[in-house]
């Protein structure tokens, strides 16, 4: 049973039905999924939610489907860790990590929004489904479409590091290189889009897809035990998954879940593509497209098309906005890793490189709570960190050896141009 | 006849030249303004434009020789 009204745009607030629609046909504006909160209000508590299996589907009466899933039906509810190491490293007091580097099945926050998209699309009656990527997405899109046995099209710029194809070439979609930048590769997806009769998760299935982030905002407040952190930061792209967990702590609150939203969302992206941040920076609202340059590359969007929203949030909730050098980048990988025990792609070293400024200069207190949001998974972006590795100690297969090479002290770093050879 | 939507976002001078104007008019494009928002030292644009398919593309090399910000709509979907 379906509790959505419909689709209403974002800017001007015209209604339409719950059909394969994306864009305000008057304005141009976004569509969004517009839900019977009375009903919500009715139907779901807390009681309810408890006696469900513990995946993102227990708050299904919040996500856009008429029927249960049909895909993804393990993703969500990744652990929030409390971070004790980490806090105690940059003297905070109560620090949590979301880790949807665990996420199910393709170890990414994508996994939320993908189940909820190839869902929905199977609804519509879909037989295929395409994205246009450049990692996480491709991943889950071809894992899940897989799952169900749906054609899939998977749009990638042709320079991706052979890493990220092969997770996603291994479910055999049907991955199309394009000889071009990313946008170029946009512009395409957009023309193929409206030509094929294919659910293209990101485009026209796009009101729908977006709200899989919520999970991860419903995960956190329940795993707080219904309160929601003081601050909390989030990796931004298009900036769709600041402003759904900010929507998600919102309807937490209408719903009576949790009091109030006394929460300060931070954004975090990469020096080098962080067109969000600088608005939020210079008080405008309007954002001034860039061409990416950084390692960050699951954050390198340039235009991002909800980055109006992302500044309104960050606004809105008295939160900030703040960037990470790749160095600082390959830093925070390694220090989560090193602390917590947990090995996160580039994004997640953005945010806690973020954080990490965030708290240095103050603007996040030291003795409130505090999550970062990690959204994906170290093993993807090995590329990133290895030249920042040490080798390791090479012996004889015997004792004296190792007890040799154990008194010269700690493992060696690797020449930056002996790394390949020494790997491969 | 082709349309087109596309996403004007203008900085520093060329917000305050009349360039939507001047395109519209060499290039014989009729532009529809869907939504706008204009602050003193930015603006954006949201179009719809109707014109021949090669004034239509002179139209914006036109606007981004000017120093605009054309981009379609959709923004960038990569992700």
Redesign the interface.
């Given at each position: 049973m379906s509790y959505v009204r419909g689709l209403k745009c974002r800017?001007c607030g015209r209604e339409y039905p719950k059909e394969v629609l994306f864009?305000c046909e008057?304005?141009?504006?976004s569509l969004e999924v517009n839900y019977d909160y009375g009903r919500i209000k009715k139907d779901l508590t807390k009681e309810v939610i408890l006696r469900r299996p513990k995946t993102m589907w227990r708050y299904k009466e919040l996500l856009p489907l008429d029927n249960d899933p049909t895909v993804g039906l393990n993703s969500g509810f990744t652990p929030l860790i409390p971070a004790n190491n980490l806090a105690k490293k940059l003297g905070v007091k109560e620090l949590y990590i979301k880790d949807d580097s665990v996420n199910h099945p393709t170890l990414s926050f994508?996994d939320r929004v993908v189940s909820v998209a190839i869902s929905k699309a199977r609804e519509f009656g879909f037989d295929t489904v395409a994205?246009?990527?450049?990692g996480?997405?491709a991943n889950s899109v071809s894992a899940q479409a897989a799952s169900v046995g749906l054609k899939s099209y998977i749009f990638i710029?042709a320079d991706l590091e052979l890493g990220k194809v092969v997770a996603s070439l291994i479910y055999s979609p049907c991955l199309v290189a394009v000889e071009g930048n990313?946008?170029e590769?946009?512009?395409l997806?957009?023309e193929i889009a409206s030509k094929y009769k294919w659910a293209f998760v990101?485009?026209n299935i796009?009101p729908y897809y977006a709200e899989g982030s919520k999970s991860m905002g419903y995960e956190i407040a329940e795993q707080l035990n219904w309160k929601l952190p003081l601050h909390i930061v989030v990796p931004s792209?298009?900036g769709s998954l600041i402003t759904k967990i900010w929507k998600s702590f919102n309807e937490l609150q209408k719903l009576g879940f949790v009091d109030s939203v006394p929460t300060k969302v931070y954004c975090a992206q990469g020096h080098g593509c962080s067109p969000i941040v600088t608005a939020i920076k210079e008080k405008?609202?309007?954002?001034?497209?860039v061409k990416p340059k950084t390692i960050a590359k699951?954050l390198a969007?340039?235009?991002?098309?909800?980055?109006y929203y992302a500044i309104d949030t960050v606004r809105k909730s008295g939160g900030y906005g703040e960037e990470a050098t790749d160095a600082e980048i390959v830093e925070a990988i390694k220090l989560l890793a090193k602390e917590e025990g947990i090995f996160t792609e580039t994004a997640g070293g953005v945010t806690l490189a973020v954080a990490k400024r965030l708290i240095e200069n103050k603007i996040i207190p030291k003795d409130e709570s505090i999550v970062l949001c990690i959204t994906g998974n170290g093993l993807k972006t090995q590329e990133a960190v290895i030249k920042a590795l040490p080798k390791p100690l090479k012996i004889r297969p015997n004792l004296a050896s190792f007890e040799e090479q154990i008194k010269n002290g700690t493992n060696q770093k690797i020449a930056d141009d002996k790394v390949i050879e020494y790997y491969i | 006849m082709a349309k087109r939507v596309v996403k004007l976002t203008f900085f520093d001078e060329s917000v305050k030249k009349p360039l939507t104007f001047q395109m519209a008019k060499k290039f014989d494009i009729m532009p529809n303004i869907r939504r706008a928002k204009v602050t003193e030292t930015t603006g954006e644009l949201v179009l719809e434009l109707e014109g021949g398919e090669q004034n239509l593309d002179k139209g914006l090399a036109f606007l981004k020789k000017e120093g605009v910000i054309v981009e379609p709509l959709v923004g960038d979907i990569v992700e």
């Open positions: 800017e864009v008057y304005c141009f504006g994508k994205c246009a990527s450049t996480n997405l710029p990313y946008d590769v946009n512009r997806c957009s990101n485009i796009r792209a298009g405008t609202e309007i954002i001034k497209p699951s969007i340039g235009n991002p098309a909800d980055g | -």
